[in-house]
């Protein structure tokens, strides 16, 4: 059975960095790529970005380009999302999805930035 | 970036109704296109991809069609478990994009 699992909440003050992790088991992990998406309170999806888990080639959507940064870790079947210079509109869960269809999704991280 | 439209924004039904939902495209997408089912406080949930490709253990009542820049998905004989919100995205061409999403209430 497909697992994503993400690391736990965070708090962060203005100007800070966050690193949230998604960890995959239940299929081979480099077969298939891994999206993030955020969600603000009460607002709709937001794709940010993609890797590819095989080689780690990246697509970042304009609005993060700079400030996000995707990595893979083929050891571990876990892949890490930087997003760097926090502001309070950075408010928002955090969602890992498997493959560019977006098969499985993980749990959610949330991440508050609050001075 | 491909611009993706929903409509309706939020629609009203009962239970037993069929109830359609229009995903539009900026330009063409071939077949590419997912739908995802979100209820509050929740991750999303996989329905449908490649426009009309049910995903494992999605019920025959949910079904999708289209292709190039229309899709739809068609819910039939709703129940309470699927008053939620819906999300159309493509990803034909990165950067990968949703529509602003539809909310189906009672």
């Known amino acids: 059975q497909v697992h994503l699992v993400q690391s736990g909440g965070e708090v962060k003050k203005p100007g800070a960095s966050v690193m949230v992790s998604c960890k995959a088991s239940?299929?081979?992990?480099?077969?298939?790529?891994v999206s993030w998406v955020r969600q603000a309170p009460g607002q709709g999806l937001e794709w940010m970005g993609w890797i590819a888990t095989y080689n780690g080639d990246t697509h970042y959507a304009q609005d993060f380009q700079g400030r996000v940064t995707l990595t893979t870790d083929t050891s571990t079947n876990t892949v890490y999302m930087e997003l760097r210079s926090l502001r309070s509109d950075d408010t928002a869960v955090y969602y890992c999805a498997r493959g560019q269809e977006a098969f499985n999704w993980g749990q959610g991280t949330l991440v508050t930035v609050s001075s | 970036d491909i611009q993706m439209t929903q409509s309706p924004s939020s629609l009203s039904a009962s239970v037993g109704d069929r109830v359609t939902i229009t995903c539009r495209a900026s330009?063409?997408?071939?077949?590419?296109l997912a739908w995802f089912q979100q209820k509050p406080g929740k991750a999303p949930k996989s329905l449908i991809f490649?426009?009309?490709s049910l995903h494992t253990e999605v019920p025959s009542k949910f079904s999708g069609s289209g292709s190039g820049t229309d899709f739809t998905l068609t819910i039939t004989s709703l129940q309470p478990e699927d008053f939620a919100t819906y999300y159309c995205?493509?990803?034909?061409?990165?950067?990968?994009?949703f529509g602003q999403g539809t909310r189906l209430e009672i």
């Open positions: 995205q493509q990803y034909n061409s990165f950067p990968f994009t």
């Open positions: 239940g299929y081979t992990f480099t077969n298939f790529g």
């Open positions: 490649a426009a009309s």
């Open positions: 330009e063409d997408i071939s077949i590419y």
